[in-house]
């Protein structure tokens, strides 16, 4: 079982549609979860940071923590066809200062 | 400073050939990271730096490998006799190490194709 697990997708939705993303993890040691975009043949740029539990908003974006369940999940409302990209959860014990664990990546394409 | 720049963008090399990369981070960043990504997958840590100082090395990282990072600044990733399988983005990161929360910052990679 590899340490964090997400669903590549692909996911597809109309423009304007709420997007949902989630990724499971096993090491409860983990406890800075981070969601990075990336679009085709870039770096990935971080969008959300969320430490421990708990929700964290910024906009039309969301990231929840639930720590009891291993569960992480970042909502878009209102999604643009600019949010087309690859999302990547990562996750690691002391922040960002320490080696990221990543999942495999949900492709997102929102159509106009 | 425009952040973390990798050099070259794009490298295609032949099987048992030796491989070269770049990596200059933001310059008062003293943590370097390697990662490697292959097509479908998400990044996967290699070894990271803290000032000229290589603290961790994954088990990814065969013998073929080697990341130096002298005096603290820039970082070479060298890869020796390249087999396909190395084909792959190199992606490199850098942060600052302190005890609040620190975000790292990725380049845009070295994408290697090993024919």
């Known amino acids: 079982q590899k340490e964090v697990e997400q669903d590549p997708g692909p996911l597809s939705v109309p423009e304007g549609a709420i997007v949902s993303l989630n990724c499971t993890y096993s090491n409860s040691a983990f406890q800075y979860f981070m969601w990075y975009r990336q679009y085709s043949r870039k770096g990935p740029e971080l969008l959300m940071y969320?430490?421990?539990?708990g929700n964290k908003e910024d906009g039309r974006f969301t990231a929840q923590v639930d720590k009891s369940s291993k569960y992480i999940s970042l909502f878009i409302r209102d999604s643009q066809p600019s949010d087309s990209a690859t999302y990547l959860c990562?996750?690691?014990?002391?922040?960002?200062?320490?080696?990221?664990?990543f999942g495999k990546g949900t492709k997102l394409t929102v159509n106009p | 400073d425009t952040g973390v720049s990798q050099d070259p963008r794009h490298k295609i090399t032949k099987r048992g050939q030796n491989v070269t990369f770049r990596c200059d981070p933001i310059s008062e960043h003293n943590r370097l990271y390697w990662y490697r990504q292959t097509l479908g997958q998400g990044p996967e840590f290699l070894t990271y730096f803290q000032n000229e100082a290589q603290l961790e090395k994954s088990r990814l990282l065969s013998d073929r490998f080697s990341a130096e990072r002298p005096k603290g600044s820039f970082s070479t990733l060298e890869i020796q006799r390249t087999e396909q399988g190395d084909s792959a983005m190199y992606l490199c990161?850098?942060?600052?190490?302190?005890?609040?929360?620190?975000?790292?910052?990725f380049g845009q990679g070295t994408r290697l194709t090993v024919v």
């Open positions: 990161a850098s942060s600052l190490a302190s005890g609040a929360h620190t975000e790292a910052f």
């Open positions: 969320t430490y421990s539990s």
């Open positions: 990562a996750m690691s014990r002391q922040g960002g200062s320490e080696k990221l664990v």
